[in-house]
Each structure stands twice: as C-alpha cells, then as structure tokens.
C-alpha cells in the first residue's frame, strides 16, 4: 500500500460526493471556490457545511438560518476542510457562539466533525495549541503525512533528510536529500508546503530553549526516513 499525504483527522471518511447546500442570501459557489484558492479541499467544506446547515436546520427556530450562523458554520467548515488561514476567525466565531448560545451546539460540532459534547473540550484544547483535540490519547499520534514523490502526485524529487522546528508553533523547517529546503505549516486540520528560496535563511528552533511557546500537553515533532518521501508529523505523548 501506498501511502499519501493527508490528515490523519480525515482518515476513514467516505468519499465526499455532497452537493453544495442552496442558503439564501450566501453565495455558496463563491465559499467554494475560495475554500480552493486557500488550500483547503472543496469536497469536505462541502461535506461538512452542508451537515453543519442541516444540524442547525434540525434545531429549528426560524425559516432558515441567520446570517451569522450562516458565517459562523462557514467559517468551521472551512477550516474544518483545512484551510489553515481561517483557524483564528473560526475559533473566535466558536467562542462567541458558544459563549452566547447563538448557533445550536449540533450545528457547532457538525462543521468540525465532533460530538456536541466534545465541543468546550475541543476549544480549551485549541487554546493551547493548533494541534489540540479531544481525543489525544497516551502514546504518540500521527497527525498528518506531507510530502509524498512528485511523480505520484506529492511535492518533492527528493526524500527529506531532517525537519526541524521554525519560528512558531505549528511551523517546521524540512530539508531534503538534495539541499531544497521547504516550510510546513500545519495545524490539525491541515497543512501547507512552501519551498524556501536557497539564498533564504530560514528561523528555525537550535535547542528547546530557543522553541516556540506551547503546552507541554500539545509537544509535536517530524519524523522523516530514508526508505519514505514523506515526513509525518507527530503528537508526541503529554510531558
């Protein structure tokens, strides 16, 4: 079996074959295709905009959703499908619906994949870290696999040879076999990959002392081996 990379959030979802759900007064298509332009995967905005609506539908109240329900479950959605640009809005827009009561609990944990009794846990969690969730577990995790070989579909000629911590949570440094050196991002949800320019020196982490503030809950690392193209990148166990 080939492996290629992904969340591991995302892993065990059916096939995302869902119709973009029709909200008066929302341009639907449009979120679409700037969920795209973000880097995030259309398909399960899509997937979990429409259960999100659905859920809140369910709830009942008014005619059809409120606008800022509407923006709010968006905003998860979106995020959700792993764009990482949108974790702040999103997880300002959770707060305040949770906090306020304004948006159905069900319909707050349908954009995201959760129960709705997971949901104060998932944004204490968030709070501490980008990788944060409620079901962490005791050992080491696998949150997401990056990379891969171009010729089957991955970014990189060549396999990584170290990966390092940058300048902020949720940052790393990969440098291949063949010198490129490239920047990951990446949250929970998602990952973006950016090739570093060879003249640019990139901030890095040289000790733990020099690594970026985050709960000793939330301690992440990139493994990288000589027999794989791709680094995954794990939650280690609680400190």
């Known amino acids: 079996m080939i492996r290629r990379p992904g ?22 298509d449009q979120s679409v295709r700037n969920v795209e332009s973000w880097g995030g995967d259309s398909a399960l905005y899509r997937h979990f ?52 009561g304004s948006v159905p609990r069900q319909a707050l944990a349908s954009a995201v994949g959760l129960q709705p009794s997971e949901l ?7 709070a501490e870290s980008p990788f944060g969730w409620p079901a962490r577990g005791d050992g080491d995790v696998v949150i997401a696999r990056v990379g891969g070989f171009r010729g089957l579909g991955g970014a990189w000629t060549a396999p990584p040879m170290t990966g390092e911590h940058g300048d902020r949570e949720g940052r790393f440094v990969i440098t291949l ?12 949800f998602g990952t973006t990959l950016s090739r570093l320019p060879p003249d640019e020196a ?18 992440t690392r990139l493994a990288v081996f000589d027999t794989s193209y791709l680094a995954w990148l794990v939650l280690e166990k609680a400190r």
Request: glycine fraction near 10%; hydrophobic fraction near 40%; aromatic fraction near 4%.
């Open 7 to 28: 969340q591991a959030v995302d892993e065990g979802l059916p096939p995302q074959t869902t119709v973009a759900p029709v909200v008066p007064g929302f341009d639907v």
């Open 49 to 100: 905009l429409s259960q999100a609506l659905a859920a809140d539908d369910d709830a009942g109240g008014t005619d059809g959703p409120l606008p800022h329900t509407v923006l709010t479950l968006a905003a998860l959605a979106a995020w959700r499908s792993g764009t990482l640009d949108l974790r702040q809005d999103a997880l300002t827009r959770l707060d305040e619906a949770l906090g306020s």
């Open 120 to 126: 104060d846990n998932f944004a204490s969690a968030q």
């Open 177 to 188: 076999t063949d010198g490129e050196r490239w920047q990951l991002d990446a949250d929970i």
């Open 202 to 219: 990139p901030a890095t982490a040289t000790g733990p002392a020099d690594r970026p503030e985050a709960s000793g809950a939330w301690p």
